[in-house]
């Protein structure tokens, strides 16, 4: 006979169960938790700390009054009034070229000749005009000697002066047709065309070659001939800088080719139309050429604003200049520095410098920025 089991080993083996179950579940959910987050501070890179501050000079920053500058790139152009294209009437085909592209040209100037039957058929129509006005005042003397014997009527003679006068019209208008053309004489018959420079300038495009064919006023012009004495200066502004232009205003033009010379132009035209993709408006400044500008030669252009506004000023050598961008070197408390960006101006009297942005007048900096960072990067 089976001896019973106890009614309490039988209940705690079951809790023993129980509690075993319990504590590997809760071992696994720490397990796949994720790890507790854990908050780094991140060292500020512009802020540095030296040994003895007291060795680089400060220097305080000062209020001075400027007047907002804005500096744009543009281009050098031709004055579009100024640019006459050279035109030829006839339908021909180029036989000499005298001019080529780049050229200085003389008012009056031979370019090129053209060999046309246009000009071949004005001939013929202004000798048969020729003939014919020869003829109609023949006849109007022999009327005029018959009406005074009597032996015609003033009917007649009416019809003869008529007949002469005629003549005469016709003469007049081939003649005028040939001086059209471009006949250099009216006595010489020629089937040559000679096209010569309307005005003095530069040839600035050129569109015949030798042999080429010229298709009178339909066909494009063999030359351009522009004024280069004053030229135009193409600017692109962005919109949000529109504001510090004006028209009638005075502005500065730098050469890449010449960046010593400074010139000076006036704004003419402020584009109406904004580019689409750039949001930028084209700004056109007038002025004479001295010698030195081309067409299609980079320029900066510089406009001066109205209002004179204030800006903080500091020695030259307290700006560094690092990564293409300009720095100036803060104090902090104890012998803390701070690397603040800023934006440079424009060079003062005395090695001073303006600061656009970025600094407050009545700040301190380095007087030496650049003395200051080759000691913190040894440190």
Same mark, same amino acid.
């Not at 908050?39 to 512009?46: A, F, G, L, P, W």
């Not at 600017?235 to 000076?264: F, H």
């Not at 307290?318 to 408390?333: N, Q």
């Given at each position: 006979?089976?001896?019973?089991?106890?009614?309490?080993?039988?209940?705690?083996?079951?809790?023993?169960?129980?509690?075993?179950?319990?504590?590997?579940?809760?071992?696994?959910?720490?397990?796949?938790?994720?790890?507790?987050?854990?908050?780094?501070?991140?060292?500020?890179?512009?802020?540095?700390?030296?040994?003895?501050?007291?060795?680089?000079?400060?220097?305080?920053?000062?209020? &001075?009054?400027?007047?907002?500058?804005?500096?744009?790139?543009?281009?050098?152009?031709?004055?579009?009034?100024?640019?006459?294209?050279?035109?030829?009437? @006839?339908?021909?085909?180029?036989?000499?070229?005298?001019?080529?592209?780049?050229?200085?040209?003389?008012?009056?100037?031979?370019?090129?000749?053209?060999?046309?039957?246009?000009?071949?058929?004005?001939?013929?129509?202004?000798?048969?005009?020729?003939?014919?006005?020869?003829?109609?005042?023949?006849?109007?003397?022999? @009327?005029?000697?018959?009406?005074?014997?009597?032996?015609?009527?003033?009917?007649?003679?009416?019809?003869?002066?008529?007949?002469?006068?005629?003549?005469?019209?016709?003469?007049?208008?081939?003649?005028?047709?040939?001086?059209?053309?471009?006949?250099?004489?009216?006595?010489?018959?020629?089937?040559?065309?000679?096209?010569?420079?309307?005005?003095?300038?530069?040839?600035?495009?050129?569109?015949?070659?030798?042999?080429?064919?010229? @298709?009178?006023?339909?066909?494009?012009?063999?030359?351009?001939?522009?004024?280069?004495?004053?030229?135009?200066?193409?600017?692109?502004?962005?919109?949000?800088?529109?504001?510090?232009?004006?028209?009638?205003?005075?502005?500065?033009?730098?050469?890449?080719?010449?960046?010593?010379?400074?010139?000076?132009?006036?704004?003419?035209?402020?584009?109406?139309?904004?580019?689409?993709?750039?949001?930028?408006?084209?700004?056109?400044?007038?002025?004479?050429?001295?010698?030195?500008?081309?067409?299609?030669?980079?320029?900066?252009?510089?406009? &001066?604003?109205?209002?004179?506004?204030?800006?903080?000023?500091?020695? @030259?050598?307290?700006?560094? &200049?690092? &990564?293409?961008?300009?720095?100036?070197?803060?104090?902090?408390?104890?012998?803390?520095?701070?690397?603040?960006?800023?934006?440079?101006?424009?060079?003062?009297?005395?090695?001073?410098?303006?600061?656009?942005?970025?600094?407050?007048?009545?700040?301190?900096?380095?007087?030496?920025?650049?003395?200051?960072?080759?000691?913190?990067?040894?440190?």
């Amino acid at each position: 006979m089976r001896p019973e089991l106890p009614v309490v080993s039988v209940f705690g083996l079951a809790c023993c169960l129980l509690a075993a179950g319990c504590s590997g579940g809760k071992s696994d959910q720490q397990a796949e938790a994720p790890p507790p987050l854990r908050v780094e501070r991140v060292e500020d890179r512009n802020v540095f700390q030296v040994d003895r501050p007291e060795r680089f000079q400060l220097a305080q920053a000062t209020e &001075h009054l400027a007047t907002p500058e804005l500096r744009v790139t543009g281009t050098v152009n031709p004055d579009i009034s100024r640019a006459v294209p050279v035109i030829s009437l @006839a339908v021909g085909r180029v036989v000499a070229i005298n001019a080529r592209l780049g050229d200085n040209v003389k008012k009056g100037q031979l370019l090129l000749k053209v060999q046309s039957a246009d000009m071949s058929g004005a001939f013929s129509d202004y000798q048969k005009a020729v003939a014919d006005q020869r003829l109609a005042g023949t006849q109007l003397e022999r @009327a005029r000697l018959l009406f005074d014997k009597g032996a015609i009527s003033q009917n007649d003679l009416q019809i003869a002066e008529n007949a002469e006068n005629k003549a005469k019209v016709d003469v007049a208008n081939t003649a005028e047709k040939l001086r059209v053309l471009g006949a250099p004489t009216l006595e010489q018959p020629n089937g040559l065309i000679e096209i010569r420079a309307p005005i003095s300038g530069v040839i600035t495009d050129q569109q015949v070659t030798n042999a080429a064919g010229v @298709a009178g006023l339909s066909s494009p012009n063999p030359f351009t001939i522009s004024d280069l004495s004053y030229v135009w200066v193409l600017c692109d502004v962005y919109e949000n800088d529109l504001g510090n232009v004006k028209l009638g205003e005075k502005a500065e033009i730098r050469l890449n080719a010449y960046p010593d010379r400074v010139l000076t132009g006036t704004i003419s035209n402020i584009g109406p139309v904004l580019d689409p993709n750039i949001r930028t408006a084209k700004v056109r400044i007038e002025m004479r050429n001295p010698g030195l500008m081309r067409p299609g030669m980079f320029v900066s252009a510089t406009f &001066h604003g109205s209002q004179k506004q204030k800006r903080a000023v500091v020695p @030259a050598t307290a700006i560094l &200049h690092l &990564h293409d961008r300009d720095w100036v070197y803060v104090p902090l408390k104890g012998s803390e520095f701070r690397r603040s960006e800023v934006v440079g101006g424009g060079m003062l009297a005395g090695g001073m410098q303006e600061i656009i942005s970025g600094l407050t007048p009545g700040q301190q900096v380095v007087a030496n920025a650049l003395e200051f960072q080759n000691s913190a990067e040894q440190q």
